[in-house]
Nanobody, 126 residues
Framework: QVQLVESGGGLVQAGGSLRVSCAGS????????MGWFRQAPGKERELVSA????????YYADSVKGRFTVSRDNNKNMVYLQMNSLKPEDTAVYSC???????????????????WGQGTQVTVSS
């Protein structure tokens, strides 16, 4: 069992920056790949970014590439998503999720993330 708790959401103006964090507890955090998902009202949940268990490999959706950076600190059981140059269309509930890491090519597979946080709201005003 892995418990995940997000923090750091809030309201920011377009062009601004925000960092959301995800604190993990429970089983060996460094065995798990971590994903950041977001869901806006009326839209499907999408995988925004993911990072491998040791932090070597990452994945970014095209919509955030060059603006968002995912990182992790396994000593602190933390995963971060630094979001720069935010746009109103980035407004969503951001959730972190975990799955046992099975290789770089599996990072963007979305159906097998096992553990989920409750989410944190990010609102970007125009």
């Amino acid at each position: 069992q892995v418990q995940l708790v997000e923090s750091g959401g809030g309201l920011v103006q377009a062009g601004g920056s925000l960092r959301v964090s995800c604190a993990g507890s429970g089983r060996t955090f460094s065995d798990y790949a971590m994903g950041w998902f977001r869901q806006a009202p009326g839209k499907e949940r999408e995988l925004v970014s993911a990072i491998s268990a040791k932090g070597v490999n990452t994945y970014y959706a095209d919509s955030v590439k060059g603006r968002f950076t995912v990182s992790r600190d396994n000593n602190k059981n933390m995963v971060y998503l630094q979001m720069n140059s935010l746009k109103p269309e980035d407004t969503a509930v951001y959730s972190c999720a975990a799955k046992l890491y099975r290789g770089r090519s599996t990072l963007q597979i979305v159906d097998d993330y096992t553990y989920w946080g409750q989410g944190t709201q990010v609102t970007v005003s125009s």
